[in-house]
């Protein structure tokens, strides 16, 4: 079925696995004048930008730069978000960030613009596009704009305070453009055409040149990394040999030694990870999930059991942090707990949003800091990747990982042939029993058979062993109207448990969990606001409340988010939700190509017309759904340009990013730097509302019924 991989040459891609680490994109923050810098930016972006990025996916990740080029008068259009953006931006790309500074200092405002107001409301009406952006950022968590030394600072350097001198600057490099670099410049024009060429390198004003040498003065005095250059090629060797050690230094490389099928399966390995990461970041706590983790913590407790400890010491210190994994809870509770789990197998079923994967994916996260490498942890995340919905890819990585971890055999890569699934189902039987080890399966709901495996094969589990070893534990998720749930309900060996809707169920609870996502966020409300979400028909799933701490994150200072937030509270369905979330993102983000036709598509049952739903946000959507594996952001872009959107209705990476800081708790970017759903039930609802295809899911829409 397999062959078996020189140990010694697949030695640097298991450390991953073992040290517990990720890939992320490295995505810098590229913070630039633009209209001076357009040769540089031009040779980086089809040169150095290129030969980076293939050497970060020979590692199985991606170097994607961000450019918003805010400084473009035609990118701003209006928009009172743009500095909040750009900080929020530079947040997200932490550590990352890269400068190029020459003679223009960048748009600012001008010391006779007076000071700005405390907050948002005292604004007079007719304030300016600028004035707007600052209070918005303000009352978006970046208050140190309204100290008065910064309130007249350019953009540039705005975002330059931002990642050089308040977040991590270790990963941030400048870039100073020697003023020499304009001797050799359209020599061959006359005088005064040179002249009038040469204006666009010069500073705006005598003091928009004073504040930028001022600038560069501090950023030297800081001690951050500063390089001259004066040509466009020397700029690229420079930043090619500095965030080429950066890369060696956060992610060694492996690519010469691992071959193509193992980089692969590292690439899908970081994809799962990178999903856990996310759902540990949006993840609602609550008293009711905390008894669900003491479940968990006990049903994983025998398994320490067949573990041969050298010294009572070594154990005694194993236990202490297997206690912490649930913060605490006596011995003899525990002990009641685990003759009640008494099956090796758990599986934890509901409706979609209750939180299933979130909570799984916060319990691997303790699991993993406090099991001190005892039991052997692999977690699978159906739906993290295309390749994670297929049942042989998912059996043949978890055959991989206990192999290794146990018997230091490599199975490198897996046959496709059908006849070889059932030695695969040996294998995987095989290799639960090597060692103590915890198994978990998230979205069995999700799993489809690829090209030689029977759907019914898929639902009735028959590829699982009808007797787990004592040593193993299985812990899975599914969406509890899926036949997978009715065919664990058949099993003998199964601690069966339904994760309810109103698994948050008080009203103390609820309002709680609202502040809890706020602070999250930065982010205060009105209690009386606050007890009117906690009443929503929806919030007992933590969708809901995630959904709506987010929208907070980005539109709250505005008066009347609230008003807009209301007409969720009294939606009853999961898919309805998703509709006036889309319906959100369009109205606030999207326009339609010239002469577009809208779809033929029916209104659902709510009276909502799906045919007014057009425009360039809603046919991303479309796009990422119907992509087998996501899309980069350039991608996207691309394709929105050849169905229409150019010129006047050109979507520039600026509106993109925008759409993308609202969505992005919804919309992950892989390691890859792939987009696409981190919700299954929004991809779901894309491909119900906007493409007018049967749910992937057949029993989805009774599920919503009974909610």
Known sequence: MAEEADLDLIQPYSQYIIEGTHHSPVKPFVCSTVVDFQRELTYLQQNTFLQLDAVCRGRGFSFTPVDLEFEREDERRGSDHMIQLLLDTINQCCPYFLCILGERYGTWRTEDSGLLPPSLKDLPPGASLLDRNFMVAAESGFQWLLQEAHQSCSL?????????????????????????????????????????????????SEVAEYRVKELKQRIMKKGLTVKFFKTPQQLGAMVFDDWSRIINAVYPDPSTLIPSAESELLRSWDCHQALQSHNCEVFVSSPETFDL????????????????????????????????????????????????????????????????????????????????????????????????????????????????????????????????????????????????????????????????????????????????????????????????????????????????????????????????????????????????????????RPLFATAIASDLRVNGMH????????????????????????????????????EKGSGDFASNDSGFDIAALSGWVIDTLRLLATSRNGLSITETLNILTAMGYHGATQVSTFHFALFLNRVRDWILESPSGLLNFSQSSLCDAVNYFLLGTVSPHPTHNQANQNS
């Open 559 to 594: 008066p009347d988010w609230f008003s807009k937030v209301e007409v969720f509270r009294d939606v009853k369905r999961v898919q309805d939700f998703w509709l006036l979330l889309i319906y959100s993102w369009s109205h606030d983000y999207g326009w339609d190509v010239a």
């Open 156 to 204: 540039l350097e705005l975002c330059v305070i931002q990642a050089g001198f308040l977040n991590d600057s270790s990963g941030c490099r400048f870039y100073y453009r020697e003023a020499a670099h304009m001797d050799d410049l359209y020599n061959d024009l006359s005088p005064v055409e040179r002249n009038e060429k040469l204006q666009m390198f010069y500073s705006e």
């Open 293 to 540: 983790y003491q479940l968990l913590d006990c049903y994983v407790e025998d398994v320490y059991k067949t573990v041969t400890h050298s010294d009572t010491s070594s154990t005694s210190s194993r236990n202490s942090g297997r206690t912490r994994l649930s913060n605490g809870g006596s011995n003899s509770s525990r002990n009641k707990r685990i003759k009640k789990v008494g099956q090796p197998l758990v599986a934890f079923s509901g409706e979609r949003g209750v939180g299933k994967t979130a909570l799984l994916a916060n319990w691997i996260k303790q699991f993993t800091k406090y099991n001190e490498n005892d039991v052997k942890l692999v977690s699978h995340f159906v739906g993290s990747s295309e390749a994670s919905r297929d049942l042989g890819e998912m059996m043949s990585a978890i055959v991989t990982e206990l192999r290794y971890h146990y018997t230091g055999a490599w199975m490198s890569g897996r046959s496709s042939q059908p006849e070889e699934f059932n030695l695969l189902c040996e294998s995987f039987n095989a290799c639960l029993g090597l060692g103590p080890c915890v198994v978990i399966i998230d979205g069995l709901n999700q799993l489809h058979g690829g090209h030689f495996i029977d759907m019914q094969t898929v639902k009735d589990l028959s590829w699982l062993p009808e007797c787990l070893p004592p040593n193993c534990r299985l812990i899975v998720s599914t969406s509890v109207s899926d036949l997978t749930a009715k065919s664990l309900q058949t099993r003998a060996d199964v601690k069966l448990t339904t994760i309810p809707q109103s698994c948050v169920n008080n009203n103390t609870t609820q309002c709680a969990i609202i502040e809890q996502q706020l602070m999250t966020h930065g982010r205060k409300m009105d209690n009386d606001k606050v007890q009117m979400l906690a009443t929503s028909k929806l919030f007992s």
